[in-house]
């Protein structure tokens, strides 16, 4: 392979081949060193904590098989348990034959010593110590063991077939130890694993490994100080790696406690780094050789400063302005990033005055007082105009000589207002134009000195419009003349422009509020002198009327049949103008959110009685009223006074323009929707159809000429509409001019 080495002749290249030659041959080897060690320790230490984490596992998947098998033998004790009479072989049938895989055995010892077999046999079955018939007097389960030389040790559970009758018996049962230790069952150790479960004392019962007995010695010293944890230990000269994880069982099965082992030769675990010694020598020289080919020729195609400056393109793609290219090579790609980084510091410097503006502009626009808004151009301005000195004059609010708010440039420093005599003619004069104008105190016309006296020796002047007329200005001082770029100028234009929005937005907002008191007092006033009439006018009224009640009843003495008629008339019409003055008072407090319902319970039977009973007079035209209800409606929950009101509301209307004909008032109970439905229908002149919508506002009549045939204010629909919803219901209407109309109230209960 032919390399072109003419890359060379750069002096980072020839800098970067040196210092490899120099570097990589002895780093390469003692990383290879260091790292074969490293791999060494690591293989170790996964094997331990892989070796814990499984003697973990294996302890729990123990500790839940037994919690199966006590579950077991609680079952078949509540079967033996519940049966009647004595116990027989059919009372053992139906076992689960997955219990008969658990146990070996099953058999149920009496307290005279006899056994019973459930399944299975027990032989040799071991006797119930003192201690463990305490334990299981309380409900609880005994498991224990008996180790046999040379044969498989045997494990026992026992527990008290009811532990409130302990004569009853105790159900004993020999654990087949291969579900217990899951040999047989489910392979859940890992590969080359040797498993061993060790008693209280350190004696084996279970050991897959023959010839095991050192383990033992081991763990005697290390189950007492903790338990769970790792170790080394020999048998015949071979090295195992190992750990182990102590169960708990003394306060549920008696037993104090087992420790599952798990074991690992040491030669096996460490066998992919044997393997790996013998071609150790062999892939350090062709990775050296491989690393030196492959280096000279990336060093031709890309160097260091390349990717320092592509660092930087991304950084600046992420809008991180503030960071540099860092680059001291001392050649072309140091003046590059001389030049990459005065770019970055430009559009930093940009992002930044644009984010500035952007955050102006939502605090002015967002705000609606324009002291406010005042108060944000002059605090934040500096940080997109670097200036000495702020100004902001106003010229249209209303108070003759124009105020000033001026701000200095230290942090911190307060605004205070001047009253400075610049009028915008003033101003129109030397900027006529929107744009922007830079002054210097020399050149500056009389009428604007007042703003020179400041202390400033030049001034930006950035004009504010509103609606095409001049309403204020912007100005930023400077005590040494200012270096503004084309680009700085239009943004200060545009910066002008937004606060003349936000301030004729305030100026537009502070209008509107103030109209919205002054309405707000209007109808404060209007509702307040309704009260008042209403009140006034209702006093004699009721005396009136409570004086012809007097007359009627003839408490001043006889009179005759045309003059008690002439006193009906008189009632009528008085408790008409009650009812309509009722209506202005009622409209006044619906109007105030004052009115509201008292829901109760709500005999329909009577009260319909009791409305039916206002008009029994006979009335003094060709008109009947007729009255369609059944007997039995279920009482409902409402109010009743404003039930009432807006039924006789309904029902004076229907009688007040029907001349003749009938009014029919009907009510319909319909449980499915939980609702009674009131319906009032007329033969009267009726409503046209393209007013039916306009007959519930206030004030509101049909006919509202000075000639009209009907009286009344336009309040009975109005008060009625609003009850009803009060109440929870609804009202419709349904009329055709010169046939009549059918008012249907809907309420529910």
């Not at 003619?425 to 104008?437: F, K, N, Y």
């Not at 409606?633 to 009743?640: G, H, K, L, V």
């Not at 009674?676 to 009267?684: L, Q, R, S, Y």
């Not at 049909?702 to 000639?707: A, L, M």
Request: hydrophobic share 40%.
């Amino acid at each position: 392979m032919k390399f072109n080495i003419t890359f060379l002749r750069r002096k980072v290249a020839r800098r970067i081949l040196m210092l490899f030659f120099v570097c990589a041959l002895l780093p390469i080897t003692l990383l290879a060193i260091i790292s074969f060690n490293h791999v060494t320790k690591q293989l170790r230490g996964q094997s331990q904590r892989r070796l814990q984490q499984a003697s973990k596992a294996a302890a729990l998947s123990i500790y839940e098989r037994l919690l199966f098998l006590e579950a077991g033998m609680k079952s078949v004790a509540s079967t033996l348990t519940m049966g009647n009479g004595p116990l027989t072989q059919s009372s053992f049938r139906g076992l689960d034959e997955d219990l008969r895989r658990k146990f070996k055995g099953l058999v149920l010892v009496s307290d005279t010593g006899n056994h019973k077999a459930v399944f299975g046999e027990i032989e040799n079955p071991p006797k119930t110590t003192g201690a463990e018939s305490h334990h299981l007097s309380a409900g609880r389960i005994v498991v224990s063991s008996e180790h046999r030389p040379a044969l498989p040790t045997r494990v026992f559970m026992k527990m008290m077939l009811d532990p409130q009758a302990p004569l009853q018996g105790v159900l004993l049962g020999e654990i087949n130890t291969q579900y217990l230790w899951g040999s047989g069952y489910e392979d859940t150790l890992p590969p080359m694993t040797e498993l061993y479960v060790l008693d209280q004392s350190a004696n084996a019962l279970i050991s897959s490994l023959p010839g095991a007995e050192s383990l033992s010695e081991e763990m005697k010293a290390r189950v007492a100080l903790s338990v769970s944890g790792q170790f080394e230990w020999r048998l015949k000269g071979a090295e195992f790696l190992a750990a182990y994880w102590s169960i708990p069982l003394k306060y549920r099965f008696f037993v104090p406690q087992w420790t599952v082992v798990l074991s690992e030769p040491k030669a096996d675990v460490l066998a992919p780094v044997s393997n790996f010694k013998k071609t150790f020598l062999l892939v350090i020289l062709l990775s050296l050789c491989t690393v030196l080919l492959l280096s000279i020729s990336q060093i031709r195609r890309s160097l260091i400063p390349l990717n320092e400056l592509q660092e930087g393109t991304r950084r600046i793609a992420q809008r991180d302005f503030g960071s540099r290219v860092a680059v001291t090579s001392g050649d072309e790609f140091e003046d590059l990033a001389a030049s990459f980084n005065s770019m970055a510091r430009r559009l930093g410097k940009q992002f930044d005055a644009l984010a500035t503006m952007a955050e102006i502009d939502r605090a002015v626009l967002s705000a609606l007082d324009t002291e406010k808004i005042l108060e944000t151009v002059l605090n934040r301005i500096h940080d997109v105009f670097p200036c000495d000195r702020v100004t902001v004059t106003l010229f249209d609010q209303g108070r003759g000589v124009p105020r000033t708010y001026v701000k200095g440039s230290n942090v911190g420093s307060k605004t205070w207002v001047e009253t400075f005599p610049i009028t915008s003619e003033d101003v129109r004069e030397v900027c006529a134009g929107p744009e922007g104008l830079l002054l210097m105190d020399h050149e500056a016309p009389r009428s604007l000195a007042p703003l020179f006296g400041l202390g400033v020796k030049s001034l930006l002047l950035l004009p504010i419009s509103i609606r095409g007329r001049l309403s204020g200005i912007i100005t930023l001082g400077h005590l040494h003349p200012p270096s503004y770029t084309q680009d700085d100028l239009v943004q200060a234009h545009q910066l002008a422009d937004q606060v003349a929005v936000a301030i004729h937005n305030a100026q537009l907002y502070e209008e509107t509020k103030n109209q919205a008191i002054e309405l707000e007092k209007s109808n404060k006033v209007k509702d307040e002198f309704l009260s008042v009439m209403s009140h006034e006018l209702r006093t004699p009224l009721t005396t009136i009327i409570g004086f012809i009640e007097m007359i009627r009843d003839k408490m001043f003495g006889a009179i005759n049949a045309e003059q008690e008629k002439a006193l009906e008339k008189v009632m009528m019409h008085s408790k008409d103008l009650i009812s309509m003055i009722n209506g202005i008072l009622y409209a006044t407090l619906l109007e105030s959110n004052a009115v509201k319902a008292e829901i109760n319970d709500l005999k329909l039977d009577p009260f319909l009685e009791d409305l039916k009973s206002d008009y029994a007079i006979p009335l003094d035209k060709g008109l009947s009223i007729n009255w369609d209800f059944a007997a039995g409606i279920p009482p409902i929950r409402t109010d009743a006074a404003k039930l009432k009101h807006v039924l006789q509301n309904v029902i004076n209307n229907a009688i007040k323009f029907t001349e003749t004909g009938n009014v029919t008032v009907s009510v319909r109970h319909f449980p499915e929707a939980r609702t009674v439905e009131f319906k009032v229908a007329d033969t009267g002149i009726g409503i046209p159809k393209e007013k039916l919508s306009l007959i519930f506002e206030k004030f509101y009549q049909v006919d509202s000429s000075q000639t009209r045939l009907y009286g009344g204010v336009g309040m009975g629909l109005y008060t009625v509409n609003k009850f009803t919803g009060l109440l929870g219901g609804t009202i419709e209407v349904e009329s055709e001019a010169g046939k009549g109309s059918v008012f249907t109230v809907k309420i529910p209960y």
